[in-house]
């Protein structure tokens, strides 16, 4: 189908947009003009499209559960897609969150601005998890858009607890926390901009790591801004966390977040031992405002186990983490409304771009719009006011301040193997249906204050459960050296083995 010239009305509309205005001659001249102008993207419409990487043999698109299946509401689309028959992840059933492409599987983003898209590929990770033998079996809850840190927004629901049926999984991979307390769902993927991974592990027990930035490929995931989108993988124990890693971290040349990706051996560089391993806690993830003291206190006194364990643990001062939530607003807002903006797609990179994708989101936007929840709604109207009326000053001065953070932290891994606080400086909140919208978005503030810093940063960053408190969770995160997400992962599974977090 040919594409459709514009008006000459819509010529000055289009103008006005753009801040200009056209004569009655410069209208008739640009009209003119067009025809020559779209003869060449007409034949560029001609086209064919690229085929995907790989052929796909037909799958079931998979059933939403019946709630008494899913009484968390943690899955949003049960399906079964056979990977290999032998590999390192062979008999490891996963559940993937429902931004992450899989070819016949719908993705929705847990937002009705997505409903009616099919993906037509695999995303990176999925063909590596795949490969390595692992069976897909489940599509999971997300809050909508991935803008949440409680696990509220999702057009199918909240996500509950599986400590309390009362309280919230945490955001936004709510769903990929959730689904492990489930028999049949070994490992889940997660996605993390500003904690997404590591909230809702801290929330519901279980083990999180955001890797370090780029290590594992993005290709194929609905994101928020290319500079922090983070996936990785979420499990019952550290030991299934460094396996996944193993398979899906590495190069992948469709992926413009990466650079040079040095990979370790993960799940070969796990032990029980705590001898030597240098412990910094850091002085400003504690007392946060918002922070629960028994939150704290819990995670100290997991430390001060580990220190009779052999660890030497040590405080340690990072002045820049009381304000990296400030840097992390100056980039989200204008990632937030430039993703909607641009059809989640965005301009001005190399890699593979999902047509599909583009056109159900525009689409999606101009009928479902209003269903954003109002924390989307609030940042991108932000986003939108301060690159018009500050001409994105905003968003460039925080992108020139992440280095400075960044080296911060780094001096200060360079005297520690790793930096330890509480995960979130709270527990998992309660479930309040009749928030209004003003409480609805503020409840939300505190829950980042620990982790949305590593994200702007993109060291690793690993939640793993240290303690129950009043019958819920309290996580401890572990921060190690960009690319050396094999001594985190080392580090923490000494730390999984000598501690009892459920009898804590």
């Not at 939403?64 to 490891?92: F, H, T």
Request: proline residues 7%; negative net charge.
């Amino acid at each position: 189908m040919a594409l459709r010239i514009p008006s000459r009305e819509e010529l000055s509309h289009l103008a006005q947009t753009m801040g200009f205005t056209l004569s009655a001659a410069e209208t008739d001249a640009y009209a003119a003009l067009m025809p020559g102008v779209f003869g060449l993207l007409n034949q560029l419409e001609q086209l064919p499209e690229p085929h995907p990487p790989r052929a796909f043999p037909e799958r079931e698109p998979g059933h939403r559960p019946k709630p008494e299946d899913d009484p968390l509401n943690a899955i949003v689309r049960r399906c079964s897609i056979a990977g290999s028959s032998s590999g390192l992840l062979a008999g490891k059933r996963v559940g993937l969150k429902d931004n992450i492409s899989v070819a016949g599987i719908p993705m929705t983003c847990g937002s009705t601005v997505l409903q009616g898209l099919t993906s037509d590929t695999d995303a990176t990770i999925v063909t590596r998890l795949l490969e390595a033998g692992a069976e897909i079996v489940a599509i999971l809850n997300m809050d909508n858009f991935a803008f949440s840190g409680e696990g509220n927004t999702s057009a199918y629901g909240p996500t509950l607890n599986p400590h309390s049926l009362n309280h919230l999984a945490g955001g936004s991979s709510g769903g990929s926390a959730a689904a492990l307390y489930y028999d049949d769902i070994d490992v889940t993927i997660g996605g993390d901009q500003a904690g997404s991974i590591r909230i809702p592990a801290s929330w519901c027990g279980v083990v999180g790591l955001k890797p370090t930035h780029s290590l594992v490929p993005y290709t194929g995931i609905v994101g928020i801004d290319q500079t922090f989108d983070h996936v990785g993988p979420m499990g019952r124990c550290v030991a299934d966390v460094a396996q996944v890693l193993d398979v899906m971290a590495g190069k992948d040349p469709l992926d413009p977040r990466q650079y040079d990706v040095p990979v370790q051996a993960y799940a070969a560089a796990l032990g029980p031992d705590l001898d030597g391993v240098r412990i910094g806690v850091l002085h400003e993830g504690f007392g946060a405002p918002g922070s629960e003291p028994d939150v704290d206190a819990a995670v100290r006194a997991t430390l001060d186990q580990l220190a009779a364990h052999g660890a030497s643990v040590t405080e340690v001062s990072v002045p820049a983490h009381i304000t990296a939530r400030a840097l992390h607003r100056g980039l989200v807002t204008e990632g937030m409304a430039a993703l909607l903006q641009h059809n989640g797609m965005g301009y001005h990179w190399r890699g593979a771009y999902n047509a599909n994708l583009a056109i159900a989101f525009g689409k999606g936007l101009q009928t479902m719009a209003d269903d954003l929840p109002p924390n989307v709604k609030l940042l991108t109207m932000v986003g939108t006011y301060l690159r018009q009326h500050y001409h994105s000053r905003i968003y460039a001065k925080a992108q020139n301040l992440r280095p400075s953070f960044r080296a911060q932290y780094d001096e200060v891994l360079g005297q520690v193997d790793v930096l330890a606080m509480p995960t979130t400086p709270m527990k998992a909140h309660l479930h309040e249906a009749d928030l209004d919208l003003r409480q609805f978005v503020a409840r939300g503030g505190n829950i980042t204050s620990n982790t949305v810093a590593f994200d702007v940063t993109g060291h690793p960053a690993i939640s793993l459960p240290c303690a129950l408190s009043e019958g819920l969770p309290v996580g401890l995160m572990l921060v190690g050296r960009h690319f050396d997400d094999a001594s985190v992962l080392a580090i923490a599974h000494a730390v999984e083995q000598q501690i009892d977090w459920r009898a804590a």
